[in-house]
């Protein structure tokens, strides 16, 4: 789930850089200047971008850990388990 919704995010972020991208190049302004906006947004978009990526990171290693601890605690109760029945 919070997979699905990242890619979301990340889909949503690139469209919303392309708009932009479109609506700078029909924008009356000079090269110039068109060129200097495209290269802010492009910046903004990669630290947005940066910052998602790293939050994602951030819980993927959350559930990992998580993930661990379970299957960890899973083996503890299997071989508790497996002595009770050998005697």
Same mark, same amino acid.
């Given at each position: 789930? @919070?997979?699905?919704?990242? +890619?979301?995010?990340?889909? *949503?972020?690139? !469209?919303?850089?392309? !708009? ?5 190049? %029909?924008?009356? @302004?000079?090269?110039? #200047? ?5 290269? +802010?947004?492009?910046?903004? !978009?990669? $630290? ?6 790293? $939050? ?5 290693? $959350?559930? %990992? ?6 299957? +960890? #605690?899973?083996?503890?109760? *299997? #071989? ?5 029945? $050998? !005697?």
């Amino acid at each position: 789930m @919070a997979q699905e919704n990242g +890619d979301k995010v990340v889909w *949503f972020l690139a !469209g919303a850089a392309i !708009g932009a991208a479109i609506a700078l190049l %029909y924008a009356p @302004a000079s090269g110039e #200047e068109t060129r200097a906006k495209l290269l +802010d947004k492009a910046n903004e !978009g990669k $630290e947005v971008l940066g910052e998602h990526g790293r $939050e994602l990171m951030d819980r993927g290693r $959350e559930l %990992y850990s998580k993930g661990k601890s379970m299957a +960890d #605690e899973a083996a503890d109760m *299997f #071989e508790r388990g497996r002595k009770l029945v $050998e !005697g």
